[in-house]
């Protein structure tokens, strides 16, 4: 792939990244030489799902305030990295995959995957971006029977912590080794990075629990719940979190027991510190270097359960000849996520901007394949992707 970034550095360039996160889509433009938002909104993910068009018509008026030279657009699952007017329409389909009863019921995911659509079919100079799964420099082993090792926006955080790391440490690419934790609204995930190049990952149902989403899913579980539960839904898999375990909607409501030593709330964060606890412990066991921890997302917002949190990482005897330093990640403007602000670093790296190593040390132009490559029997995978590719009238 030829990429602008080749042609060299072009200075002082306005690019903009956008987070699709659950709870809110988050948008940011950035003068890139100067790391300065020019620009930030979060937008609720329930409007976008009725309106699609939302931050596309958005982008329009930004581009026209300030010039902006690319864009990294919402990549669901992830896609190998192309112009978004390059991808196929079964690309975007196995990017945001669910089954037609799911798209009947016009869950999130379908606003989504027509917004890609609408990026696909309009003359904005966005990009579509990988997930974990696609990137050469994980180990083929370690994607066996896995779809979700951390989708696009983990890797827009992953993205924002190496430039973070550069700039507080002093390192050079090639000398960065951090572990990224983003802790979301439904799903979580865990990044290993090693010499500035991501080697595994841990995401969505296979992570830790969300405040909605379920973790450390048991196939045998999934095997029950598909034979038992009629129309198995995606819904299925935004339940089972520390919602569902402590009846609580939201990290406030958290907090704000923590205050009162709550026991309903004391439980729901032990869930969810010993949880990020054994997540951390599984990947620096495979890791040779001290690593950096990074802790991205809105659960870190919360002073008590960031304070917890950090005092159970920093506490834990095993963890004090692998973990360097503990870092909690933010964008400058803390209305809006870390990973938008990757997100911008990603496209002034394929235009060509200051942040053009991004892609070089990540390999994400050498990102391939699809989602659904490493499923075994590899008969089920090719199935699979096939029901899943079909483009169909009402979805």
């Not at 550069?166 to 951090?178: A, E, T, V």
Request: charged content about 25%; glycine content about 8%.
């Amino acid at each position: 792939m030829e990429l602008a970034s080749l042609r060299g550095w072009i200075p002082g360039m306005m690019v903009a990244g956008i987070d699709p996160g659950t709870r809110t889509m988050d948008l940011i433009v950035i003068d890139d030489e100067k790391n300065r938002i020019v620009y930030g909104e979060a937008i609720d993910r329930d409007m976008i799902t009725r309106d699609p068009s939302i931050p596309i018509k958005r982008l329009r008026d930004l581009r026209r305030e300030y010039s902006i030279e690319s864009i990294t657009a919402p990549s669901g699952y992830g896609i190998p990295l192309k112009p978004v007017q390059k991808a196929s329409i079964e690309e975007i389909l196995e990017a945001t995959f669910i089954h037609r009863e799911d798209c009947l019921r016009r869950l999130k995911i379908v606003g989504l995957r027509r917004l890609m659509m609408l990026f696909r079919d309009s003359h904005l100079p966005a990009w579509f971006s990988p997930g974990v799964i696609h990137l050469p420099t994980v180990p083929r082993h370690r994607k066996i029977n896995r779809i979700d090792l951390g989708t696009a926006d983990k890797v827009y955080t992953v993205a924002a912590a190496i430039v973070d790391a550069r700039q507080r440490y002093n390192l050079m690419p090639r000398d960065i080794n951090i572990l990224v934790l983003e802790s979301g609204q439904a799903y979580n995930a865990a990044i290993l990075v090693e010499n500035g190049e991501i080697v595994d990952g841990i995401g969505g149902t296979m992570a830790w629990w969300g405040l909605m989403g379920g973790g450390f899913v048991d196939s045998e579980t999934c095997y029950a719940l598909s034979y038992t539960v009629p129309g198995f839904s995606k819904i299925l898999l935004f339940q089972g979190g520390v919602s569902t375990f402590s009846g609580y909607t939201s990290y406030d409501q958290i907090e704000k027991d923590l205050e009162r030593n709550e026991i309903r709330a004391v439980q729901a964060l032990n869930m969810i510190t010993e949880s990020i606890t054994k997540t951390i412990a599984s990947l620096i066991a495979v890791s040779s270097t001290k690593t950096i921890l990074y802790l991205s997302g809105r659960l870190y917002r919360h002073p008590r359960m960031r304070q917890a949190i950090y005092t159970s990482i920093k506490n834990n005897d095993s963890f004090r000849t692998k973990i360097r330093d503990i870092i909690f990640l933010e964008s400058t403007d803390t209305k809006i996520k870390a990973a938008a602000l990757g997100a911008a670093y990603i496209a002034s790296g394929v235009a060509g901007g200051k942040y053009s190593w991004i892609i070089d040390t990540l390999k994400l132009d050498q990102s391939q394949g699809s989602i659904f490559d490493y499923i075994e029997p590899k008969e089920y995978s090719l199935k699979i992707k096939e029901t899943f590719t079909k483009p169909s009238e009402d979805c």
